[in-house]
């Protein structure tokens, strides 16, 4: 149903996914299954990039507390969606 409403499909552009920690986290609370988006992007034509750090935390609940551990965490998530081919990235 979705995939008709679109209109410029993002054909094989790479996209990265971050769920967000409150969604995964912790994952003996949850039953979000980390797919739901991943089929959303597909939908749209791009593809889905898998990178080596996508379960790591992005560090905004650290901010407060550790400014440069948070950012630290923030550009090694970058940079590993970025290594693994991303073009963009895409948050919950």
Not at 56 to 64: F, K, M, N, S
Not at 68 to 92: H, N, Q
């Amino acid at each position: 149903m979705i995939r008709k409403k679109i209109a410029k499909p993002l054909d094989g552009v790479g996209i990265a996914i971050h769920y967000g920690c409150h969604l995964i986290r912790p994952g003996d609370v949850t039953e979000m299954s980390p797919t739901v988006l991943d089929e959303l992007v597909e939908v749209t034509g791009a593809k889905v990039i898998e990178y080596p750090l996508w379960k790591q935390c992005c560090g905004a609940t650290v901010l407060p507390v550790d400014e440069d551990l948070a950012i630290r965490l923030a550009r090694d998530k970058l940079r590993s969606m970025k290594e693994a081919g991303a073009i963009f990235a895409t948050v919950v």
